[in-house]
């Protein structure tokens, strides 16, 4: 059978992509249906039962395009492969906040989806997963809304500042400028949140705090919406201070990715500890992003596969030889 869609208020570069690469996607996913796009009409000529399946997923994308004003080969993927990714989420509609350029910051993957329901449900959440799948962004939003909605009074971002064997003490300048290198992702999910002046007289007021996690020990963070971002990096013994910092009335965003530890190798990450000690645990969340999640460069997507396909290999091999 042969039908012919119109695809209406749709840019067809967007939905295409340039030089056709996302058309290139869904040819490749239904090699028994010819597919031909020519302007805003699409012909689809092909059995019956494969132009049906292929309806249902070109409605999604649709709606997903119409949603998001966006499309990209990691989504289009996503909505190919699994059905629940492309189930209207009661989320997916929801603008977290409006960036300064007045965009409308919102979920953007099923996960991130989840990472927003997980928030609005529980006073604490793990986000883990790999660079890129927008974890730390998300926390963030959701942090600006709950500020902007008066649900609590004050933002706190802090890390570990352990990366690249770095110390604080010999970093130049000031407590703020030492921790500037290490806070910067989080800087720049703000700015694209908050205009720059009113960012700076926040910071300067307290209302968005950042603080080194060792120096979290002793205080209770009350009021405040809390977030700990690299989390892989805190030792057991940190993890357990800063979640034990916890007030009546917070809210806390835990995000990390454990295939960068920085850590010494012998020592456990305090991430991975509190997965294992809080599974199950009333009121704690927790939402596993991956590389389905990833919004950057295409690249990303292939190289995080690289890396643990590599990964997985080495690791097998490590095995064997213990073994022989």
Request: net charge neutral; aromatic share 6%.
């Given at each position: 059978?042969?039908?012919?869609?119109?695809l209406?208020?749709?840019?067809?570069?967007?939905?295409?992509?340039?030089n056709?690469v996302?058309l290139q996607?869904l040819?490749?996913?239904?090699p028994k249906?010819?597919?031909?796009?020519?302007g805003?009409?699409?012909t689809?000529?092909?059995?019956e039962?494969?132009v049906a399946?292929?309806?249902r997923k070109l409605?999604?994308?649709?709606?997903?395009y119409?949603?998001?004003n966006?499309?990209?080969?990691?989504?289009?993927?996503?909505i190919?492969?699994?059905?629940e990714r492309l189930?209207?989420?009661s989320?997916?509609?929801?603008?977290?906040v409006h960036?300064?350029?007045?965009s409308?910051?919102?979920?953007k993957?099923?996960n991130?989806?989840?990472?927003?329901a997980?928030?609005?449900?529980?006073?604490?959440?793990?986000?883990v997963?790999?660079?890129?799948?927008?974890?730390?962004y998300?926390?963030?939003?959701l942090?600006?809304?709950a500020?902007?909605?008066?649900?609590?009074k004050?933002?706190v971002?802090t890390?570990p500042?352990?990366?690249a064997?770095?110390?604080l003490?010999?970093?130049?300048?000031d407590m703020k400028?030492k921790l500037?290198?290490?806070m910067?992702?989080l800087?720049?999910a703000?700015?694209?949140?908050?205009?720059?002046?009113?960012l700076?007289?926040?910071?300067e007021?307290?209302?968005?705090e950042?603080?080194?996690?060792a120096?979290m020990r002793?205080?209770?963070?009350?009021n405040?919406f809390v977030?700990?971002d690299e989390?892989?990096?805190?030792?057991v013994?940190?993890?357990k201070?800063?979640?034990?910092?916890m007030g009546?009335?917070?809210?806390?965003i835990?995000?990390?990715d454990?295939?960068?530890?920085?850590?010494p190798?012998?020592?456990?990450?305090?991430?991975?500890y509190?997965?294992?000690a809080?599974?199950?645990v009333?009121?704690?969340?927790?939402?596993?992003?991956?590389?389905?999640?990833?919004?950057?460069?295409?690249?990303?997507k292939?190289?995080?596969?690289?890396?643990?396909?590599?990964?997985?290999?080495?690791?097998?091999?490590?095995?064997?030889?213990?073994?022989l």
């Amino acid at each position: 059978m042969e039908k012919i869609y119109t695809l209406e208020g749709i840019n067809p570069v967007d939905f295409f992509g340039v030089n056709n690469v996302y058309l290139q996607i869904l040819k490749r996913y239904y090699p028994k249906l010819k597919i031909v796009a020519r302007g805003n009409d699409l012909t689809l000529l092909g059995d019956e039962e494969v132009v049906a399946l292929f309806e249902r997923k070109l409605t999604q994308l649709i709606e997903y395009y119409h949603r998001f004003n966006t499309l990209n080969e990691n989504i289009i993927e996503q909505i190919l492969l699994e059905d629940e990714r492309l189930k209207p989420a009661s989320q997916g509609d929801e603008v977290l906040v409006h960036g300064n350029n007045g965009s409308k910051i919102k979920a953007k993957t099923i996960n991130q989806q989840k990472l927003v329901a997980e928030a609005n449900k529980n006073a604490m959440v793990f986000a883990v997963g790999p660079a890129g799948t927008g974890k730390t962004y998300t926390a963030i939003a959701l942090a600006v809304r709950a500020l902007k909605a008066k649900e609590v009074k004050r933002i706190v971002l802090t890390r570990p500042a352990v990366e690249a064997g770095e110390n604080l003490g010999f970093l130049p300048g000031d407590m703020k400028d030492k921790l500037d290198p290490y806070m910067m992702p989080l800087y720049d999910a703000l700015r694209d949140m908050i205009p720059p002046d009113k960012l700076l007289q926040m910071m300067e007021y307290g209302v968005i705090e950042i603080a080194p996690l060792a120096f979290m020990r002793g205080r209770t963070l009350d009021n405040a919406f809390v977030i700990l971002d690299e989390a892989q990096n805190a030792t057991v013994m940190q993890m357990k201070m800063f979640l034990t910092r916890m007030g009546q009335t917070a809210q806390f965003i835990i995000t990390g990715d454990m295939s960068q530890t920085d850590l010494p190798s012998k020592q456990r990450s305090g991430l991975s500890y509190a997965l294992d000690a809080l599974r199950g645990v009333e009121g704690i969340g927790v939402v596993r992003l991956n590389q389905n999640d990833v919004i950057r460069h295409p690249l990303v997507k292939k190289i995080i596969e690289a890396f643990e396909k590599k990964e997985s290999s080495d690791s097998i091999e490590k095995e064997k030889k213990n073994n022989l």
